[in-house]
């Protein structure tokens, strides 16, 4: 009869002809993670002043755990440098909490625009905010910059590319910032495809935050305005379950990671893409992971 050992990596059992052996190799078991389901995730929606008409109770309603609103963002238009608070940021954050939502919000990184002014605009904006997170909007790629004209001659201000050594010191500088004067997880919202197209030097230091992933896995377009459908060929989609049931990607299927990221811990699925009821515009819709 053959005798059995156990091995020392699963813990699994099979026939050996030399268990009376003591193993010299120390192994780790191996920890099985259990697999992810879909009670796993929240659905959240990322809203700007642009997204008017927003009725937040139907989107409470509709099992909307959170809401991450725009507070503001850097710009450089021709030369124009400056930053900006949205408009519309304490309006949402107000009626995300008065139907019992969590709140977040996000700041459009502008490379080119004072790196400080960014900053302390941004906490000014959130200041006293019971905020669950405050994320950096990294995928700004060109500005306004001192180029050498055609014939080399002279610098002339134009609009160019930024160096990926720029767009990632920028959008590290404000997560550094914002980690030090807030007591809150810091976010990052980025693509992978944009990372290794404009700036690989990222994932030298994304690990240290959340990462807030965009990918859209279907380019389709979603409403429940049925006659908006009709005229557009758009997909018809009534209710909230109905789309999740149907259409939406599940958060356990598996997507592109930049370099470094094992996990995501916000996926914006939807690519402005979806109109449900709450809502008069096209929205970001997120999954969440909860651990």
Known sequence: MVDTCTCPVCGASFPCTNC????TVDVT???????????????????????????????????????????????????SRGSAKDKQFKYNIEQTLKYGMKAASYWWNHPTEDWNRQVNTYLDQIKGMPLSFAAVDIEQAEGYVWVLNKKKTNYIWARATLSSTQISAAGSYM???????LNIPIAVYTSTWFISGNSPKIAEWLPKYWTWLASYPSSHIYTCDKKEAEAKGFTYCATWQEYFSKYAPKPTQIIALPRGISKWKLWQFSGDRVKLPGSQSYMDLNWFRKK
């Open 20 to 23: 009376s052996q003591t193993s």
């Open 29 to 79: 078991p191996v920890q099985v993670q259990p697999a992810e389901t879909l009670a796993d995730f929240e659905v959240w929606v990322d809203v700007y002043q642009g997204n008017t008409g927003t009725d937040y109770k139907v989107l409470a309603q509709n099992g909307v755990a959170g809401i991450i609103a725009k507070a503001g963002y850097g710009y450089n238009n021709a030369g």
């Open 175 to 181: 997560c550094e910032l914002l980690d030090k004067a």
